[in-house]
């Protein structure tokens, strides 16, 4: 919403209370030309840690229904890169 200076100073008090309950910006003009913008104050009280993400995740795919992939543990794929962990004369059995 535009108003001119001459009206936001008439007008000043119910104004600001409009803004505040709307929360949509004012803009003051003079002359036609934007010289001052009201805007309602962000909410300053922090939020709770529980559900402060709430709405940003998106799923994609089935979460359920996961295929299986057998993890190096499993499979022993990486077993080579302990094995100088083991022989260490550090190691303790």
């Known amino acids: ?3 001119n200076a001459a009206e936001f100073k008439a007008k000043c008090l119910k104004l600001i209370d409009e803004v505040a309950a709307t929360h949509e910006p004012l803009v003051i003009t003079k002359r ?4 001052a913008r009201v805007v309602p104050i962000e909410d300053e009280q922090p939020r709770g840690l529980f559900g402060y993400m709430k709405g940003t995740v998106t799923i994609h795919g089935d979460i ?17 890169l302990y094995v ?3 022989t260490s004369p550090s190691a303790k059995p």
Request: proline share 15%; glycine share 8%.
């Open 1 to 3: 919403m535009n108003i």
């Open 32 to 35: 036609g030309k934007p010289v």
């Open 64 to 80: 359920i229904d996961v295929p299986h992939e057998p993890w190096a543990a499993e499979t022993g794929e990486e077993d080579d």
């Open 84 to 86: 100088p962990l083991l």
